[in-house]
T-cell receptor, first 114, second 109 residues
Framework: NAGVTQTPKFQVLKTGQSMTLQCAQD?????MSWYRQDPGMGLRLIHY???????DQGEVPNGYNVSRSTTEDFPLRLLSAAPSQTSVYFC?????????????FGPGTRLTVL | AQRVTQPEKLLSVFKGAPVELKCNYS??????LFWYVQYSRQRLQLLLR??SRESIKGFTADLNKGETSFHLKKPFAQEEDSAMYYC???????????FGQGTRLTINP
């Protein structure tokens, strides 16, 4: 199993550009989520999904869109990038109804918006 | 609102000394708490969860509902314990995981 994979590892954008961060998992996990990690602020939840076709907002959803057409994939779209979106982005997944609710994280995508 | 607070951004101790990373939470329901760790150049991974009452890599954490705390402790720190540590709280039927700000632990030789 590859676990949770994310592409790209690094990305530089100009203000106003759009892009999609890719996330995939091969563990058949129903639950997937996106976080951003900023110094001094920990990880903050952007969006999450409890299954294909179902998504919901987290703490900081503005400026981001998600969709979940398959169990395996959960892409995060930046519609019009802003410097405030410079961050490290982590995707995570877990089984729904898991007694221990452990989340498995991807390696992260470091995004810089100029 | 649900909140997790880690008051120390940085913590530095000597090898062999005891270490305690503080975590306080605010939550009106029954909390489910975790410690996650991120070693250099590695992924964020689960260290331990309060429901299991386990010791992992010599670390333990006890949930104190009276003080709303879930401090992480280890009696004798090792250099390989140097990492970023996050306390996290599950809420809303385990659909959202709220993280603290993180504590960077450095173990000096």
């Amino acid at each position: 199993n590859a676990g949770v994979t994310q592409t790209p590892k690094f990305q530089v954008l100009k203000t106003g550009q759009s892009m999609t961060l890719q996330c995939a998992q091969d563990m058949n996990h129903e639950y997937m989520s996106w976080y951003r990690q900023d110094p001094g602020m920990g990880l903050r939840l952007i969006h999450y999904s409890v299954g294909a076709g179902i998504t919901d907002q987290g703490e900081v959803p503005n400026g981001y869109n998600v969709s979940r057409s398959t169990t395996e994939d959960f892409p995060l779209r930046l519609l019009s990038a802003a410097p405030s979106q410079t961050s490290v982005y982590f995707c995570a997944s877990r089984l729904s109804g898991s007694a221990n609710n452990e989340q498995f994280f991807g390696p992260g995508t470091r995004l810089t918006v100029l | 609102a649900q909140r997790v607070t880690q008051p120390e951004k940085l913590l530095s101790v000597f090898k062999g000394a005891p270490v305690e990373l503080k975590c306080n939470y605010s939550y009106s329901g029954s909390p489910e708490l975790f410690w996650y760790v991120q070693y250099s150049r590695q992924r964020l991974q689960l260290l331990l969860r309060h429901i299991s009452r386990e010791s992992i890599k010599g670390f333990t954490a006890d949930l104190n509902k009276g003080e709303t705390s879930f401090h992480l402790k280890k009696p004798f720190a090792q250099e390989e314990d140097s990492a970023m540590y996050y306390c996290a709280l599950n809420w809303k039927g385990a659909q959202k995981l709220v993280f603290g700000q993180g504590t960077r632990l450095t173990i000096n030789p």
